[in-house]
């Protein structure tokens, strides 16, 4: 079956290579990182191995879900050069849980690879991990904080890694959990579509992520102008903006040593000089003004997300159905 997937994979340019792999064997791990390091440079990862709530009991879903996913991504760290990219499977279901989960428990979840994970975090979060569909939940949010640490790392090496968080994706796992568990159906007549997503949809999101559009360097036009003209002549594309109001302002705060946590550079400025706040705020609206005349100029439905939002989802849901109302859907 590998043999033939492969075969369907391969192009006239590309090779495909089927490697039989336990993402929870560290040795294994290991061995496929020395033969990625053969094959030359590291470009992009795609990491969707993972087992679901109705598949298995909830050692083996955190073992799969989360620590494989820390074993891989801390093996290919070391690959990590200029233009690598990596996309890590979440869950909506991280989301879900996120209100009911303990510190104590994300501290856990924050050392996957240490001794007695498993037994640290069963005592941690009780009963709740030993639910199949909590111990999911939980090993979601991990993979999620999982990745947020690890961007710093490859950001300083030059690459980055990102997570995505499905909700319903029509496939033969999506299906088995939703014939198994009725809330499902509650939550797919919440959906606005009023339907599950595609495996093809999820693959472009993915895609998007691991391709070279935000690649390029700053000054001038957006370094990814010419990928999001592309983009916009074949898809219908709604850029979403977040804006950090604390980010669009310097503090009158003196001397301060401020450091770059993707490149480790670090800069000693006077907070208190206004003519440095000033220019500070210029440079920010002027970034803001040069992204607004290219969604204009490419005539692009654009949403803007304020990180202070008390929910962040409600404006891309009020923004949406109105998009929908006037486009007569």
């Not at 061995?31 to 094959?39: G, T």
């Not at 498993?118 to 999620?144: F, I, N, T, W």
């Not at 640490?149 to 690459?159: F, I």
């Not at 946590?261 to 000033?278: I, K, N, T």
Request: hydrophobic share 50%; net charge negative; proline share 6%.
């Amino acid at each position: 079956m590998m043999g033939a997937a492969a075969d369907t994979l391969s192009t006239p340019t590309t090779r495909t290579v089927p490697v039989q792999l336990d993402v929870t064997d560290a040795d294994g791990v290991g061995a496929l990182r020395d033969s990625v390091a053969a094959e030359g440079a590291l470009r992009a990862v795609a990491h969707a191995a993972g087992v679901s709530p109705t598949m298995a009991d909830w050692q083996t879903i955190v073992r799969v879900d989360l620590v494989g996913t820390a074993l891989l991504a801390d093996a290919l760290t070391p690959l990590v050069v200029q233009g690598t990219a990596m996309v890590c499977f979440a869950s909506m279901a991280a989301q879900l849980a996120a209100g009911a989960v303990d510190p104590a428990v994300d501290a856990v979840l924050d050392a996957p690879l240490a001794e007695q994970f498993l037994d640290r975090l069963r005592h941690a979060a009780g009963a709740m991990v030993e639910d199949p569909g909590g111990a999911y939940s939980l090993a979601k949010r991990g993979v999620q904080r999982l990745v947020q640490r690890e961007a710093v790392a490859w950001g300083g090496r030059g690459g980055r890694i990102n997570s995505v968080s499905p909700g319903m994706i029509d496939t033969p796992m999506g299906r088995q959990e939703f014939d198994a568990q009725p809330m499902m159906q509650v939550m797919l007549d919440m959906t606005p579509l009023g339907r599950e997503g595609t495996a093809d949809e999820l693959a472009d999101a993915v895609a998007f992520l691991l391709s070279d559009f935000v690649e390029g360097a700053g000054g001038g036009p957006p370094p990814f102008e010419r990928a999001l003209k592309v983009a916009a002549r074949k898809h219908d594309v709604v850029p979403v903006t977040l804006f950090d109001p604390l980010e669009a302002a310097l503090p009158a705060a003196g001397l301060a040593w401020l450091e770059d946590p993707e490149s480790g550079a670090v800069a000693r400025v006077d907070l208190s000089d206004p003519r440095l706040r000033r220019r500070f705020e210029e440079e920010v609206r002027a970034d803001g003004e040069r992204l607004r005349r290219l969604f204009a100029r490419l005539d692009l439905d654009a949403v803007r997300v304020r990180a202070d939002e008390a929910d962040p989802v409600a404006p891309l849901v009020a923004f949406f159905r109105a998009r929908a109302r006037r486009l007569g859907a």
